[in-house]
């Protein structure tokens, strides 16, 4: 029955193997993903991802236009953590030409970027649960989701791809609003994590599905660059707001989250975890927000950066995200390369699914929270 | 409820949970267990029950199997004051013993498998001994011999437990063989094949008109063949020492209150058959007493802890015998009931020490401070205690009657009666030895380690030293055991009345003397050569090296059997081997190989085209067919 | 035992989830019915852009500076403009923007030099084809001759004031200057 | 309907099963033949048992039995067939005549 | 009459089918036709329950099984047809059969029908009947369908190995 | 006893007309009852609306979608077995009419009164299966293909313990046997009757649930699974196989397996109000009524866990079917007919 056997495929196969594309247009990919799998009955025996089908060329974009023309591209590499990829290269580029950052506008990028940060976690949790058939919880996380939303919606004015970062500030300063808007969503969002716990986290089936499944070693995550909270699950302690820290994380106190198994149900419990922290991130900015300006007088519009290489990384929702820049001293950049985790987390995919079942690889999949445009970049 | 229901509940239980532990929870371990132990809690309740409300009276209830001519072919359960009892103590000591697994073979990769197994076992031993009916006798008798198999070799991975599992097998086998002919005997002999039946047959005083004396006592020593395998009587001892190879606690079920004890329940079963066979009463009453002498002087040279209680096993399974032989069922049986709980109670012991310090050698043990794990070592003293005969403890009533029963005079029994003593001195002399070694070690006294040291437990590593840890789970059967050491020679008019038998013996103090004495002796001169403060830790045997040497090797009897039986065997097999190769073979393949030139040419044709055959051999029956429709 | 508590935890952790969602099913639902109702949009509210009618101009303020065609990452922006014969202001003559490019990023807002575009409160625009080009001057045609005319006024007197200013200031320099002449 | 009539049915039905049994190379179409058969005499025990027997409860039980029967052998003969096919990857008789001296 | 007429024809149509279709699996449904068609029969000769179970293990077991093979092993496609000469053959032999013994069969004289005793039996009746008269028989056939389940298992069971992440590594290799 | 539609009309032929026309009646407006139903139920549990637009909150939703799936072409895509392919649909949905016609919705009226009712449902649910092998295989897709596979699989390993855990009920019926009396009339009672099961629960007052708890337990799971619902829907998972076994149907084919989902669902939980709940007994309200009730409740119950629970993985359905229901209710039914012996 392999009458489709692509010929992609060197390694030589069996009768009884069966070919079967997940992708790129499946319920079960958030994006245009293609990964063909080589079953033998469910079994997943090879599985191949095919990546390209959702290629917007950000990194070309960025050789053709002025540094701050490439800031709304940032928050559309990962959508999900749009505001962290923002900042992030604004970070990059202040660092780069030595840009003071004044202190309040510091602290609220940490707060937005960790609310995005939640914001990101919320979505995979729900579509998570999606993957594993389980639709509800789908629309309560995006319930808590679309509080966070508007909350941003109110200092960005952008639900999804904001373009909140200047070179040496923000756009827009936050008010009392904003402060007890997010305080009060702490309150619920931590109502909702106990509830959470008990719906999906005790839930026996959730149990079933996922402890044990999909299990990167600590061995294939460091092989392969698997970063962020799928490492952290693996049981390695790194996350670059602790490796090296950025932008004022070092003034904060938290944890990062790690556990050993490096399952499914790992990288929920992570995850899960590093929400936690984050609410206690933006506890601590909201408290310690101080008075101040939020960025330069006038907008920065020309920069001419020395020439040279640089390189910044900051850590997304999706692990570490890394940023080259080289610079040939004129206005634009001469390159800019993208380091995005999910592209690594991905590539340790074959490796991880072999042996598992068909099931087992939305669950898995679904666990590495991809975001296909920020691999295609 | 009625009481074959209970019965059935008893007996079923384990099945279902082997079943169902074997087929769907084989690894998952904790499931498992927890089925089997459930099943072992429903079998001893129902046991339990059982004997508290059953009458003594003997009851079968049976339900048809199949009918072959006249014979019909029954299962069932016989509640009788025998099996009431035997069920009972099965049950509780089997109980006892799975709870004891759980932490025993806690981090073992094969729990499941090993719980399984252990209810496979019970449940063999159950229906063997609540079997109302020869065939169902033997069916469970081998089942007992299959199951018991399966746990010695539990371990398949170590080629010793293997070796033991198969030497287990295969000595047990040769006795069956002479049950088999017993019971083909007896059915024959009675024309039936119910238990009860027989019993009723076999009871009036005097031999049963209809069989002669000689057939009778041809079936008891077949029978008693068969005993000896399964309860390890001299010749066919050599099986339940190697047998410690498999896990402690398999060997506290098989060594105490089971397996071996079915050889002893079936004489106990047949006893009135027995009764009409005088001839082979005396010898199994010599046997008997030997194979206690025997090996309980290899029981006083051993280091090993659970060698020792090996031994010390078919010594204590000889006394048994003593006591059925010598005429009294009661005594007999009550041995066979204290027994199995000190006898368990030790081996649990030996098993919690082992885990513990992670060697098998007394004295390594006993330097390794084991004695700070105290419920363990009250255990150790009472079940040594008790298996010394020291009043007032379950072992002293129940060896008290056996040596009461040895009333008859003559050469003969005046031998077998010094034979007993001084059994019953060894007895008490290596039970303390074992105490002494292991709560008062001695660092400077002259006994040595085995080197390296013998380790069964893999899973243990507790280093020498610190405090070896008594989980609840080991504790706890432990704890019970003990209990039942103490109390249960004290239930000896019960036991008697649920048997039908009037207390037979009730011992005076004068004749009591002489029993005590003789087990204080043996621990007076154990303290001396291993107690007191200072003592050298070397027995009195190992004055005489050749002794010792001899009773080290165990008399030598495996070698025996090795150069007498397996060698001139394996020596015929080549023999055999050589002349069918060389010149039987020689000449055949000449003419094989015209066979297979001419069969190659016939096949040539046959390439198996089923079909075509079939076709025509369809064709040729309807040309038959309409050629007989036109007739 | 371990085998009767999983299943025991299993049931109650489905329980437990059942008990979850028929709590949820009491409470009132979260949804907007959409078309019926309006969303009520933020004050930020980044959409399309427009310009800004001042007050005191009457209309737009924009220069054709060019700043936000250079910035825009989208090269959406299209202006043409310049100098206006008789006023001072430069004049943009042409504004037009294709939405189907826009980002809505806001860069072009943050860099006007006279803050005259902002967003508009629009949330269901929607374009049908691939250009969608709008053109932000259409509602200041109308006004662009009378502002052009009222602006050369005010630059007239803007201008005559000036210099009357700028005579008055060089007359009192001047002034300044001969009286040293006149001292010595 | 008469005896006769369900009989000829029946043997009409087990001429078929015949038939691919005979004909068919797919092992599993002979296998859909050998059913056939077994359904044919099923018929037929019931037919007779219908119009002759004296206890009706007899045939059924035959019958009962043959389709208890008929489930074991499709199991054995299905799980060859796929032993076979495993083997030399068909499931033509055509290939496994191969029986040769 | 009739309704016994269209389900013998409902009959030999599936049966047809089913050694006739090139197609494996539309011969599968042939004969899953056909065995309605002999569920209906019984249903006329008055013994639902059997029907019943004729259809509960056939259609529902057995057919199905069938299917489950077509698909683990060819799947169903490029068949080889049968030669002509190996139909006519086969056809001959069949109608040989079907001659001769259809000649016996009309030759037959049966005995008188029976009173109809349709209530004498019923479900539990069999099942009285199987545990008690029949028992030996029952307790063969629970036997053999035990022996036939295991050796199904042994003979198409792959073991352990393709559940194996590892093996099916090595597979690879 | 209750009478039949063939005691009421006297003509066999007339009898099935009615029969099958009331049968389809009653399983198309639940079918559109129950779709609306389910979106509602998803809407409350998640805090939407669900349909409102409508009709009053929705109601008329569904037979707007029903329109919409009669208009839509009838896409037959190339390479499908075609006579599979046209036959599925057909052969998915008349058993189901055929086992509705079974149920005794009524103490005074019912359609068919069989002995062997029970085995005849599942009968009908042994033919599903062929429908659906006839869909995956003949539809030339591999999801459709696996999805059928796991159908397969998965209904004929849950048939096992759904008829076993009925078994206990056949038992208990057959133990008041095997003459019982009904209001005042000596009948011949059989454990395989539907109409007797619910009468002998209407007689005693003690609906089975409340003597078989574990078994009714079973049942449902079973239930859930022969029906294909969450947390058992795997054939057509849709995060994993797009939609099974019917990924390849548009129109109203599309339309007929769903009609089939719904009206499956309809028959098991009123089976399980059959052998467990008492069927139509209950007071004051009339006998359907409380028979409807019942159902819609266990429906409820269905659809309430559905949009609860993430979804199993194949083979631990499997193993959840083999390991623990199987052996369950085997165990049940042993202790069952024990307990029935002793008592």
């Given amino acids: 029955m392999n009458q489709s056997a692509p010929d992609t495929l060197e390694r030589a196969s069996d009768d009884e193997t069966y070919y079967l594309n997940m992708g790129p247009q499946h319920p079960s990919m958030h994006g245009v993903l293609r990964l063909l799998l080589h079953l033998r009955g469910e079994k997943i025996l090879d599985c191949e991802p095919v990546i390209g089908y959702a290629h917007r060329a950000h990194e070309k974009m960025a050789e053709n236009r002025s540094y701050i023309m490439f800031i709304p591209n940032t928050s559309r590499v990962d959508y999900l953590s749009g505001m962290i990829y923002n900042i992030g290269f604004c970070q990059a580029i202040e660092k780069m030409v030595g840009i003071e950052v004044p202190a309040r506008a510091e602290v609220i990028r940490v707060i937005v970027c960790e609310l995005n940060r939640i914001q990101s976690h919320l979505l995979w949790l729900g579509t998570f649960m999606l993957d594993l058939g389980g639709v509800t919880p789908f629309l309560y996380c995006f319930d808590d989701r679309e509080e966070i939303l508007t909350i941003l919606d109110r200092v960005t004015g952008s639900r999804l791809t904001y373009a909140y970062g200047r070179f040496g500030g923000v756009t827009m300063d936050v008010d009392d609003v904003f402060i007890e808007q997010s305080r009060a969503f702490l309150v619920r969002l931590r109502e909702r994590f106990l509830m959470y716990h008990a719906l999906i986290r005790e839930n026996v089936i959730f149990q079933e599905r996922c402890r044990g499944v999909g299990v990167i070693s600590e061995e294939i995550a460091l092989k392969y660059g698997v970063t962020g909270p799928s490492l952290r699950a693996s049981g390695v302690e790194y996350d670059v707001r602790r490796a090296e820290p950025y932008g004022g994380y070092e003034r904060f106190d938290f944890e990062i989250p790690t556990e050993k198994a490096g399952d499914c149900l790992a990288r929920f419990?992570?995850?899960?975890?590093?929400?936690?922290?984050?609410?206690?991130?933006?506890?601590?900015?909201?408290?310690?927000?101080?008075?101040?300006?939020?960025?330069?007088?006038?907008?920065?519009k020309k920069l001419k950066p020395p020439k040279g290489e640089f390189y910044f990384a900051v850590e997304s929702a999706r692990g570490h995200f890394g940023m080259y820049i080289l610079s040939d001293g004129s206005d634009t950049p001469a390159k800019i390369k993208l380091r995005t985790p999910s592209f690594s987390s991905l590539s340790s995919m074959p490796d991880v699914l072999r042996g598992t079942m068909v099931a087992d690889t939305i669950a898995i999949v679904g666990s590495i929270d991809l975001v296909i445009p920020e691999i295609d970049r | 409820m009625n009481h074959s229901l209970i019965a059935l509940v008893c007996v079923a239980s384990p099945l279902i949970a082997f079943v169902v532990a074997l087929v769907g929870f084989r690894r998952r371990h904790g499931i498992a267990a927890g089925i089997v132990l459930t099943s072992g809690v429903a079998s001893l309740v129902a046991a339990a029950a059982l004997l508290l409300t059953a009458h003594p009276e003997a009851q079968a209830f049976t339900s048809r199997w199949f009918v072959i001519g006249d014979v019909s072919i029954e299962f069932g359960v016989l509640l009788d004051g025998r099996t009431l009892i035997m069920g009972a103590v099965v049950a509780l000591v089997t109980l006892c013993i799975q709870i004891y697994s759980l932490s025993y073979m806690a981090d073992d990769p094969g729990r499941g498998r090993f719980f399984a197994f252990l209810a496979l076992f019970e449940w063999s031993m159950l229906s063997f001994v609540?079997?109302?009916?020869?065939?169902?006798?033997?069916?469970?008798?081998?089942?007992?011999?299959?199951?018991?198999?399966?746990?010695?070799?539990?371990?398949?991975?170590?080629?010793?437990?293997?070796?033991?599992?198969?030497?287990?097998?295969?000595?047990?086998?040769?006795?069956?063989?002479?049950?088999?002919?017993?019971?083909?005997?007896?059915?024959?002999?009675?024309?039936?094949?119910?238990?009860?039946?027989?019993?009723?047959?076999?009871?009036?005083q005097g031999q049963p008109s209809s069989i002669p004396p000689?057939?009778?006592?041809?079936?008891?020593?077949?029978?008693?063949?068969?005993?000896?395998?399964?309860?390890?009587?001299?010749?066919?001892?050599?099986?339940?020492?190697?047998?410690?190879?498999?896990?402690?606690?398999?060997?506290?079920?098989?060594?105490s209150a089971t397996m071996v004890a079915a050889g002893i329940f079936l004489v106990a079963r047949f006893h009135e058959l027995f009764l009409d066979a005088p001839t082979t009463m005396r010898v199994m009453l010599g046997i008997a007493t030997f194979t206690a002498l025997l090996a309980a002087t290899m029981a006083m040279v051993a280091k090993d802890m659970k060698r020792v209680l090996a031994y010390s096993s078919i010594s204590q399974l000889g006394f048994m015998l003593i006591g059925l032989s010598a005429g009294s069922l009661f005594a007999g049986y009550f041995h066979l009931t204290t027994h199995a709980f000190f006898k368990a109670l030790l081996f649990l012991c030996a098993g919690a020490y082992i885990h513990g310090c992670g060697t098998n050698d007394m004295i390594a043990m006993g330097r390794a401070g084991v004695a700070r794990m105290r419920i363990t070592t009250i255990g150790l003293v009472v079940g040594g205690a008790a298996l010394a005969g020291i009043p007032p403890l379950a072992g002293f009533f129940s060896k008290e009657q056996i040596i009461g029963t040895l009333d008859g005079s003559g050469l003969f029994y005046t031998i077998i009666r010094i034979g007993v003593y001084a059994a019953a001195f060894l007895t008490a002399y290596y039970s303390f030895?074992?105490?002494?070694?292991?709560?008062?070690?001695?660092?400077?006294?002259?006994?040595?380690?085995?080197?390296?040291?013998?380790?069964?437990?893999?899973?243990?590593?507790?280093?020498?030293?610190?405090?070896?840890?008594?989980?609840?789970?080991?504790?706890?059967?432990i704890i019970l055991l003990t209990l039942g050491a103490i109390g249960v020679g004290f239930l000896g008019g019960r036991i008697a009345a649920l048997l039908g038998i009037e207390h037979a013996h009730a011992p005076t103090l004068a004749e009591m003397a002489p029993a005590v004495g003789i087990a204080l002796l043996g621990v007076a001169l154990a303290w001396f050569e291993f107690g007191r403060t200072g003592a050298r830790q070397a027995g009195f045997v190992a004055s005489f090296p050749p002794v010792q040497t001899l009773f080290e090797k165990r008399w030598y009897i495996d070698e025996f059997y090795?150069?007498?039986?397996?060698?001139?065997?394996?020596?015929?097999?080549?023999?055999?081997?050589?002349?069918?190769?060389?010149?039987?073979?020689?000449?055949?393949?000449?003419?094989?190989?015209?066979?297979?030139?001419?069969?190659?040419?016939?096949?040539?044709?046959?390439?198996?085209?089923?079909q075509l055959y079939i076709g025509a051999a369809v064709a040729s029956v309807a040309v038959l067919v309409f050629y007989l429709a036109m007739e | 035992m371990s085998y009767f508590t999983t299943i025991?935890?299993?049931?109650?952790?489905?329980?437990?989830?059942?008990?979850?969602?028929?709590?949820?099913?009491?409470?009132?639902?979260?949804?907007?019915?959409?078309?019926?109702?309006?969303?009520?949009?933020?004050?930020?509210?980044?959409?399309?852009?427009?310009?800004?009618?001042?007050?005191?101009?009457?209309?737009?303020?924009?220069?054709?500076?060019?700043?936000?065609?250079?910035?825009?990452?989208?090269?959406?922006?299209?202006?043409?403009?310049?100098?206006?014969?008789?006023?001072?202001?430069?004049?943009?003559?042409?504004?037009?923007?294709?939405?189907?490019?826009?980002?809505?990023?806001?860069l072009c807002i943050d860099v006007c030099p006279t803050d005259t575009l902002e967003y508009t409160k629009l949330y269901d625009e929607a374009g049908y084809e691939r250009e969608w080009v709008y053109d932000l001057l259409d509602p200041f045609r109308d006004f662009e001759d009378e502002f052009v005319e009222r602006q050369r006024v005010s630059d007239a007197r803007e201008a005559a004031e000036k210099a009357a200013k700028r005579a008055a200031a060089a007359e009192a320099k001047a002034a300044t200057e001969k009286e040293p002449e006149v001292d010595p | 309907m008469t005896i006769q009539a369900w009989m000829m049915f029946a043997l009409v039905l087990f001429c078929i099963g015949l038939y691919g049994v005979l004909a068919r190379r797919n092992l599993i179409g002979i296998l859909i033949g050998i059913e056939l058969m077994l359904n044919a005499a099923s018929v037929n025990v019931l037919a007779v048992n219908y119009h002759v027997a004296n206890d009706p409860a007899v045939g059924r039980i035959i019958v009962l039995f043959i389709i208890g029967l008929a489930a074991a052998e499709a199991a054995i003969a299905l799980s060859i067939i796929l032993a076979v096919y495993r083997q030399r990857t068909s499931i033509d008789v055509a290939n496994l005549e191969e029986l040769k001296g | 009459?009739?309704?016994?007429?269209?389900?013998?024809?409902?009959?030999?149509?599936?049966?047809?089918?089913?050694?006739?279709?090139?197609?494996?699996?539309?011969?599968?449904?042939?004969?899953?036709?056909?065995?309605?068609?002999?569920?209906?029969?019984?249903?006329?000769?008055?013994?639902?329950?059997?029907?019943?179970?004729?259809?509960?293990?056939?259609?529902?077991?057995?057919?199905?099984?069938?299917?489950?093979?077509?698909?683990?092993?060819?799947?169903?496609?490029?068949?080889?047809?049968?030669?002509?000469?190996?139909r006519t053959l086969a056809a001959g032999a069949a109608l040989l059969f079907l001659v001769s013994v259809g000649l016996v069969i009309s030759g037959t004289e049966f005995g008188p029908m029976p009173e109809a005793v349709d209530e004498a039996w019923s479900v539990q009746q069999i099942g009285r009947d199987l545990l008690n008269r029949f028992n030996v028989v029952f307790e063969l056939l629970s036997v053999v369908l035990l022996l036939a389940i295991v050796g199904a298992i042994t003979i198409a069971g792959r073991g352990d190995e393709s559940l194996d992440p590892a093996a099916a590594d090595e597979g690879w290799a | 006893m209750p009478r039949t539609f063939l005691d009421i009309f006297g003509n066999p032929l007339l009898a099935l007309g009615a029969g099958i026309g009331g049968v389809m009646t009653v399983l198309s407006l639940n079918t559109l009852f129950c779709i609306w139903f389910e979106r509602k139920v998803s809407a409350w549990i998640q805090r939407r609306m669900g349909p409102m637009e409508v009709g009053f909150h929705g109601t008329l939703q569904t037979v707007a979608d029903m329109i919409k799936l009669l208009g839509k072409q009838l896409i037959t895509p190339r390479g499908v077995d075609k006579p599979l392919y046209h036959l599925a649909p057909l052969m998915v949905f008349a058993p189901v009419v055929a086992a509705a016609s079974l149920l005794p919705f009524s103490k005074t009226v019912v359609l068919t009164n069989i002995n062997i009712g029970l085995v005849l449902i599942f009968m009908f649910?042994?033919?599903?299966?062929?429908?659906?092998?006839?869909?995956?295989?003949?539809?030339?897709?591999?999801?459709?293909?696996?999805?059928?596979?796991?159908?397969?699989?998965?209904?004929?390993?849950?048939?096992?313990?759904?008829?076993?855990?009925?078994?206990?009920?056949?038992?208990?019926?057959?133990?008041?046997?095997?003459?019982?009396?009904?209001?005042?009339e000596m009948i011949a009672i059989n454990g395989m009757n539907l109409a007797h099961i619910t009468a002998v629960q209407a007689d005693t007052g003690v609906w089975f649930v409340l003597l078989q708890p574990v078994a009714m337990l079973i049942f449902f799971i079973a239930i859930l699974a022969e029906t294909n619902r969450a947390p058992f829907d795997i054939p057509e998972a849709e995060s994993e196989l797009v939609a099974g076994f019917h990924t390849e149907y548009s129109g109203m084919r599309f339309g007929l397996f769903f009609f089939a989902e719904y009206s499956n669902m309809l028959i098991g939980s009123m089976l399980a109000t059959v052998l467990f709940f008492g069927g139509w007994d209950g007071p004051i309200l009339p006998g359907p009524v409380w028979f409807f009730l019942k159902a819609y409740l266990l429906i409820f119950a269905m659809m309430w866990i559905r949009w609860t629970f993430p979804r199993l993985r194949f083979d631990q359905l499997m193993t959840f079917c083999w390991g623990a229901l199987i052996p369950l209710s085997i165990v049940n039914l042993l202790v069952t007919a024990f307990l029935i012996k002793v008592l």
């Avoid at chain 2, 991975?157 to 198969?166: D, L």
């Fill in chain 1, 269 to 300: 419990d992570v995850r899960v975890r590093e929400m936690e922290q984050s609410c206690r991130i933006i506890e601590q900015g909201l408290t310690a927000l101080p008075d101040g300006p939020i960025g330069p007088k006038k907008l920065i």
């Fill in chain 2, 130 to 204: 609540f079997s109302a009916n020869l065939l169902q006798t033997f069916i469970f008798w081998e089942l007992i011999g299959l199951s018991s198999f399966l746990l010695i070799g539990f371990w398949y991975e170590k080629p010793s437990a293997v070796a033991a599992a198969k030497k287990a097998f295969i000595m047990t086998r040769i006795g069956d063989v002479g049950l088999f002919i017993g019971l083909i005997l007896l059915f024959r002999a009675t024309g039936t094949l119910d238990v009860m039946e027989i019993g009723r047959i076999f009871e009036p």
């Fill in chain 2, 214 to 255: 000689g057939q009778i006592e041809l079936i008891a020593l077949m029978l008693f063949i068969g005993v000896i395998g399964k309860s390890a009587q001299f010749p066919l001892h050599t099986w339940l020492p190697d047998a410690m190879e498999g896990p402690t606690p398999v060997s506290a079920l098989l060594h």
């Fill in chain 2, 433 to 477: 030895r074992m105490i002494f070694l292991i709560t008062r070690p001695n660092a400077d006294s002259l006994a040595v380690e085995d080197e390296p040291a013998h380790a069964q437990h893999a899973g243990s590593d507790h280093s020498a030293g610190h405090d070896p840890a008594e989980p609840w789970v080991m504790c706890g059967p």
């Fill in chain 2, 562 to 610: 090795q150069r007498v039986f397996v060698r001139p065997v394996v020596w015929f097999a080549k023999l055999c081997y050589g002349t069918e190769t060389r010149a039987l073979d020689g000449a055949a393949d000449k003419l094989a190989r015209g066979v297979v030139r001419a069969g190659g040419e016939t096949a040539r044709r046959h390439i198996g085209r089923l």
């Fill in chain 3, 8 to 106: 025991a935890g299993g049931l109650k952790s489905l329980v437990t989830g059942l008990g979850i969602t028929a709590r949820q099913m009491r409470r009132k639902p979260v949804t907007l019915t959409y078309p019926h109702v309006k969303p009520e949009l933020s004050e930020a509210y980044r959409s399309l852009i427009s310009l800004v009618q001042f007050e005191e101009l009457e209309t737009h303020d924009c220069i054709a500076c060019m700043q936000c065609v250079k910035i825009c990452p989208s090269f959406c922006i299209e202006i043409d403009g310049g100098r206006v014969e008789g006023i001072k202001r430069m004049r943009a003559s042409k504004f037009e923007v294709d939405f189907a490019l826009c980002s809505m990023c806001g």
């Fill in chain 5, 1 to 86: 009459m009739i309704a016994a007429g269209l389900v013998m024809v409902l009959t030999i149509a599936g049966a047809i089918i089913g050694v006739g279709a090139r197609r494996i699996v539309h011969a599968i449904f042939g004969l899953g036709i056909s065995l309605a068609g002999v569920a209906l029969a019984f249903g006329l000769l008055r013994s639902p329950f059997v029907a019943a179970m004729e259809v509960l293990i056939y259609i529902g077991g057995i057919t199905v099984a069938m299917v489950f093979a077509v698909m683990l092993s060819s799947g169903g496609r490029n068949e080889p047809g049968e030669g002509l000469l190996r």
């Fill in chain 6, 125 to 184: 649910g042994g033919f599903a299966v062929i429908g659906i092998f006839m869909a995956g295989w003949g539809s030339n897709n591999k999801y459709a293909l696996l999805g059928a596979m796991r159908s397969i699989a998965q209904n004929i390993s849950y048939e096992i313990p759904l008829i076993l855990s009925a078994l206990p009920i056949v038992l208990l019926i057959s133990a008041k046997g095997p003459m019982y009396e009904i209001e005042g």
